[in-house]
């Protein structure tokens, strides 16, 4: 038997029920052609179980998770259900019991669409956000005092550790020697004087140990208006949870749409899964009118893919979707008419060329 991969599938909600089973489809197909075997097993969980069960996934789906190779998933959440709870009781959780430290976004200018950056090309757009994914502003732990009273106050506390900024360190620097040897720190330091000034330092002494990759610090003020004025500065981004969260979407922005961005919830060490997903919502309102844009769910397969060791299968699925907009086949966030099934259709069309 050659080489075999046990997939955990979670649909979620909404739209997450179009586009994961294309995403599985395309993974089956190019798994095919290059000559190993995707298995995989469907989970129910996300908010409509919540809704019929009263809980995200069972108590032990997190050992459940821990038997699978890599976990693919749509994305969380439905209207009637309190939208504190998906992060809080599935995201997060899995997440951070699975040690997923490093959350891999990656930016890139698809061929065929415009950004909405006028004058910016595919060589201006190419960059990657790593966003801390354990700890920092999301860790959750807070509380709220007398919330009724005219002195009710409420208290959320970022942690930052040592472990945890180096590891994330770590990775953005390896991964930097592969593309363009160049890191940038996105912090606030200069106003979270504590949690990100140590944050820095930490970060400042792992770059010391990486002299062949060029370091700089950028305030996520600054940041943001560069993403828009001058996105070719860029290479791979390493920051906080919640500042990574924040730009992840405004890179998925200029690309086109966060319908286009996908992602990766890694553990490098592979000593647990690592989860893939796109990274927007499961937008209910245009669920099940085979409307949605698949691209960011398939690309978070191709980075699933990598993830596993599968490098020329990821690639054939890059390769896949810019053949499909390169054609001009995008959905209506793109201002296109293609449905979710085309899209999925003409990237296997690709993959079997």
Same mark, same amino acid.
């Given at each position: 038997?050659?080489?075999?991969?046990?997939?955990?599938?979670?649909?979620?909600?909404? @739209?997450?029920?179009?586009?994961?089973?294309?995403?599985?489809?395309?993974?089956?197909?190019?798994?095919?052609?290059?000559?190993?075997? @995707?298995?995989?097993?469907?989970?129910?969980?996300? %908010?409509?179980?919540?809704?019929?069960?009263?809980?995200?996934?069972?108590?032990?789906?997190?050992?459940?998770?821990?038997?699978?190779?890599?976990?693919?998933?749509?994305?969380?959440?439905?209207?009637? !259900?309190?939208?504190?709870?998906?992060?809080?009781?599935?995201?997060?959780?899995?997440? #951070?019991?699975?040690?997923?430290?490093?959350?891999?976004?990656?930016?890139?200018?698809?061929?065929?669409?415009?950004?909405?950056?006028?004058?910016?090309?595919?060589?201006?757009?190419?960059?990657?956000?790593?966003?801390?994914?354990?700890?920092?502003?999301?860790?959750?732990?807070?509380?709220?005092?007398?919330?009724?009273?005219?002195?009710?106050?409420?208290?959320?506390?970022?942690?930052?550790?040592?472990?945890?900024?180096?590891?994330? &360190?770590?990775?953005?620097?390896?991964?930097?020697?592969?593309?363009?040897?160049?890191?940038?720190?996105?912090?606030?330091?200069?106003?979270? =004087?504590?949690?990100? /000034?140590?944050?820095?330092?930490?970060?400042?002494?792992?770059?010391?140990?990486?002299?062949?990759?060029?370091?700089?610090?950028?305030?996520?003020?600054? &940041?943001?208006?560069?993403? !828009?004025?001058?996105? $070719? @500065?860029?290479?791979?981004?390493?920051? #906080?949870?919640?500042?990574?969260?924040?730009?992840?979407?405004?890179?998925?922005?200029?690309? /086109?749409?966060?319908?286009? /961005?996908?992602?990766?919830? =890694?553990?490098? $060490?592979?000593?647990?899964?690592?989860?893939?997903?796109?990274?927007?919502?499961?937008?209910?309102?245009?669920?099940?009118?085979?409307?949605?844009?698949? !691209?960011?769910?398939?690309?978070? &397969?191709?980075?699933?893919? $990598?993830?596993?060791?599968?490098?020329?299968?990821?690639? %054939?699925?890059? &390769? /896949?979707?810019?053949?499909?907009?390169?054609?001009?086949?995008?959905?209506?966030?793109?201002?296109?008419?293609?449905?979710?099934?085309?899209?999925?259709?003409?990237? @296997?069309?690709?993959?079997?060329?």
């Amino acid at each position: 038997m050659g080489r075999s991969y046990n997939i955990a599938v979670v649909n979620g909600d909404g @739209i997450g029920h179009e586009i994961v089973p294309v995403g599985v489809s395309i993974l089956k197909e190019v798994a095919k052609k290059h000559d190993f075997e @995707i298995t995989t097993e469907d989970f129910s969980w996300g %908010a409509g179980h919540y809704v019929k069960h009263g809980e995200f996934m069972p108590p032990n789906g997190i050992e459940t998770l821990k038997s699978f190779d890599a976990i693919y998933f749509g994305a969380v959440g439905l209207p009637e !259900v309190d939208d504190t709870l998906p992060a809080k009781d599935y995201t997060f959780k899995v997440r #951070t019991e699975l040690h997923q430290y490093v959350n891999y976004r990656p930016v890139k200018l698809f061929s065929g669409i415009t950004s909405p950056l006028r004058e910016k090309t595919q060589q201006d757009i190419d960059f990657i956000i790593l966003r801390e994914n354990n700890e920092g502003e999301f860790v959750q732990n807070g509380k709220i005092f007398y919330p009724d009273t005219p002195n009710g106050c409420a208290v959320d506390t970022s942690m930052v550790t040592r472990l945890g900024v180096e590891r994330i &360190a770590h990775y953005a620097f390896k991964l930097a020697r592969k593309r363009r040897k160049k890191v940038t720190n996105v912090t606030k330091s200069n106003t979270l =004087i504590y949690s990100l /000034g140590f944050w820095d330092m930490v970060m400042q002494e792992v770059a010391d140990k990486y002299p062949d990759v060029a370091y700089n610090k950028m305030y996520v003020d600054n &940041a943001s208006a560069s993403f !828009v004025l001058k996105p $070719e @500065i860029f290479d791979v981004i390493v920051t #906080t949870n919640m500042i990574g969260d924040i730009l992840s979407d405004l890179g998925g922005a200029i690309m /086109g749409s966060l319908g286009l /961005g996908g992602s990766g919830n =890694i553990n490098p $060490e592979k000593d647990f899964p690592s989860m893939f997903e796109p990274i927007h919502g499961s937008a209910p309102d245009i669920a099940g009118q085979n409307i949605a844009n698949p !691209v960011g769910q398939i690309w978070s &397969a191709a980075i699933m893919l $990598e993830h596993l060791g599968e490098q020329e299968a990821a690639n %054939a699925i890059l &390769a /896949g979707i810019e053949y499909a907009t390169a054609k001009g086949n995008l959905t209506k966030d793109l201002k296109g008419n293609a449905s979710t099934t085309e899209i999925a259709q003409r990237i @296997i069309e690709s993959i079997n060329a």
